[in-house]
């Protein structure tokens, strides 16, 4: 089945760039996802990109598709205090969401 | 306001004892979905249902029940909890007959099992 992969953890300084890889396994996926867990809360959908495009960006999040390479990655630009949460990426495979194990974001002021 | 709700947000139990945990969605959204959340595992998919009456299997069903009696609720129901399933459940749904659109999750419910 498919295998989705983050490193665990990513230590920014406020003001940095961010960025947060994934890798998955199936190439057939339509859609993949960026969700945001803050602490106790569910997650939120962040963004999201057709697997026929290369490039999505949405103010301060710029996601970047290699389907070659099957790698994922959101850029957060001028990282905040408050971006500090647990991200996750997800691929869609016949219908049902995929998820990674989601990268903790820490963001030192 | 749009949201899914789950209740109850937090409970401890003891092995056996059956329990539901109620989920709700007020934006006449077809597809449901539960996920359990553990450390270094991510979300792992439980159960979903596409429409009322329709439900299958996700990535991890064993020891769970659904069911989806009307459009709005989908309560996941563990008849003989076991301390394995201590874990965070998440509720989530979206208005496509998949989770293609992206999903909306509610806030979450903390299950011990003693």
């Known amino acids: 089945g498919e295998d989705v992969e983050q490193s665990l953890f990513l230590s920014v300084r406020e003001g940095d760039s961010s960025v947060i890889n994934c890798t998955y396994t199936d190439s057939s996926s339509t859609y993949l996802y960026w969700y945001k867990q803050e602490p106790g809360a569910g997650l939120q959908l962040l963004t999201y990109i057709f697997s026929n495009m290369d490039m999505k960006q949405d103010q301060r999040l710029t996601v970047l598709l290699n389907k070659k390479d099957k790698h994922l990655s959101l850029r957060i630009a001028d990282t905040q205090t408050g971006d500090s949460a647990i991200y996750f990426c997800?691929?869609?495979?016949?219908?049902?969401?995929?998820f990674g194990q989601g990268t903790e974001l820490s963001v030192k002021p | 306001e749009a949201q899914v709700t789950q209740n109850p947000r937090y409970l401890i139990t003891v092995t056996g004892k059956k329990l539901t945990v109620t989920c709700s969605q007020n934006m006449n959204h077809e597809y449901m979905s539960w996920y359990r959340q553990d450390p270094g595992l991510g979300l792992r998919q439980i159960y979903y249902?596409?429409?009322?009456?329709?439900?299958d299997k996700g990535d991890v069903p064993e020891g769970y029940k659904v069911s989806r009696k009307e459009k709005r609720n989908f309560p996941l129901i563990l008849e003989s909890p076991s301390p394995n399933q201590t874990s965070l459940y998440f509720c989530?749904?979206?208005?496509?007959?998949?989770?293609?659109?992206?999903?909306?999750f509610g806030p979450g419910t903390r299950l011990t099992v003693l």
């Open positions: 989530a749904s979206s208005s496509e007959t998949s989770a293609l659109g992206g999903q909306y």
């Open positions: 249902s596409m429409n009322v009456e329709v439900t």
């Open positions: 997800a691929v869609d495979q016949g219908g049902k969401l995929i």
